[in-house]
């Protein structure tokens, strides 16, 4: 299992809108994110995939620190879970078109 480290700016644009007063990373935009980090690592394109499953479990702010594991199963899909600060906000896993 591979690990990567996803830091939102505490001034994250989002968090004006996205609630006032109690400001969370989209969870459209936290996944985005996490794949973009993945794929980076992966040194592959995901901008076509099917998400297999996605489960947001607590809200991401701005100015958190998403700790990432990933890894690829037998499979082929990959299997990732994301903490903040030792708490889990997010769990999926994605399977790459070919």
Avoid: W
């Avoid at 969870?27 to 985005?32: P, R, V």
């Avoid at 794929?39 to 995939?49: D, H, I, K, L, Q």
């Amino acid at each position: 299992m591979a690990r990567l480290i996803l830091q939102f700016a505490a001034d994250h644009p989002t968090g004006a809108g996205h609630f006032p007063g109690n400001p969370i990373i989209p969870g459209a935009l936290l996944l985005a994110e996490v794949l973009r980090c993945i794929a980076r690592a992966e040194g592959v394109s995901y901008t076509s995939c099917n998400v297999k499953n996605a489960k947001f479990l607590s809200p991401a702010r701005p100015g958190d620190k998403v700790e990432i594991d990933h890894a690829r199963s037998a499979a082929g899909s990959i299997e990732f879970t994301c903490t903040v600060a030792g708490n889990k906000v997010l769990s999926g896993a994605i399977v790459a078109n070919t």
